[in-house]
């Protein structure tokens, strides 16, 4: 299934790259990452433009993440108003926290990624804040996928299954860390209002 | 005593069965992570095995050889801006994919054996 998707790749170069990487942003279980190194290690075979390369994913990124943060904000608005308490909280932790959960969503722990644009842009995260932390997370998976494709074009899709089992990791500890302390603060008879 | 309501009761058990979903996934993939650096730390598990989808020139770096050598020595072309994958260049010279692969291998070893 792989080597038929990456087929696609010298095939049609840039524009199937693009496709992929915006879809995967905005959430479509697609191999992005996978893409992008591959994209890497073909730029460094001489067969793809480095520039037009990184430009096109990035702003094909930047589109499908700025879509789902759309689709958040509007399906938030009939929501914001029956469950304003559940809103208010939201955008304070929005507030608090926003940045850095859109910047590390973007490639430490990108499985996160479509969510958290959704959460952003239904909890009322300004854009201008959102998407200084999104455009430099995704320069930041865009460059550290295609430099490590680059360098290690022989062994992309081993790279891309190591660096999928790091992000998802990443995503059930952080999981399990949140649920976890949901538990220890309401263990014992607690009301179930957060204290 | 017991004072919770049932429905913080049934949040309760939510986020029980939630945290042993999220540990149990952390825990499988996180497993995963590890053995795969444990097994790439190793040099001789460092293999870079020929694929359908690469070009000669993607094969040629990633094995850093000279793509024009290598090209030339399977008389075909590796001109840029046509990326004419393994599958294709063995359908043009009418072989089986696996056939060329393993030409492509054996000339990759005689070129390393000359360095």
């Avoid at chain 1, 790259?17 to 915006?22: D, E, H, T």
């Avoid at chain 1, 759309?70 to 926003?98: D, F, S």
């Avoid at chain 2, 913080?8 to 999220?22: N, P, Q, S, T």
């Avoid at chain 2, 992570?33 to 694929?51: K, Q, T």
């Amino acid at each position: 299934m792989t080597d038929a998707a990456l087929a696609l790749l010298p095939e049609y170069g840039i524009p199937i790259l693009a496709l992929i990487v915006g879809l995967g942003c905005l959430g479509v279980p697609l191999p992005s990452s996978l893409f992008l190194l591959a994209a890497g290690a073909f730029v460094g075979a001489g067969e793809l433009p480095l520039v037009a390369t990184a430009v096109a994913s990035l702003a094909a990124a930047v589109a499908g993440d700025n879509l789902g943060y759309a689709l958040g904000r509007v399906a938030a608005a009939p929501l914001a108003q029956r469950q304003p308490e559940l809103t208010g909280r939201a955008r304070a932790l929005l507030a608090r926290r926003g940045r850095l959960a859109v910047y590390f969503s973007r490639w430490l722990v990108s499985p996160l990624g479509p969510p958290v644009n959704l959460v952003a842009g239904a909890g009322g995260m300004a854009w201008r804040r959102y998407i200084a932390a999104e455009m430099s997370g995704e320069a930041t998976w865009v460059a550290l996928c295609m430099a490590l494709g680059f360098s290690f074009g022989g062994m992309v899709t081993q790279l891309a299954d190591f660096l999928g089992s790091l992000g998802l990791f990443l995503a059930f500890a952080i999981g399990a860390g949140l649920t976890g302390r949901y538990l220890w603060r309401h263990r014992r008879g607690g009301s179930g209002v957060r204290a | 005593m017991n004072r919770k309501t049932p429905s913080a009761r049934r949040g309760g058990r939510i986020a029980i069965v939630l945290f042993v979903i999220f540990a149990a996934g952390a825990a499988f993939f996180g497993f995963r992570a590890v053995m795969f650096a444990i097994h790439w730390s190793i040099p001789a598990n460092i293999e870079r095995p020929l694929e359908p989808w690469m070009t000669i020139r993607y094969v040629a770096r990633s094995h850093d050889v000279d793509s024009l050598a290598l090209a030339a020595s399977l008389g075909v072309e590796a001109a840029p801006g046509r990326r004419r994958t393994l599958e294709d260049l063995a359908a043009e010279r009418g072989e089986s994919y696996a056939d060329f692969a393993a030409q492509v291998d054996a000339e990759l070893a005689r070129m390393r054996a000359d360095d």
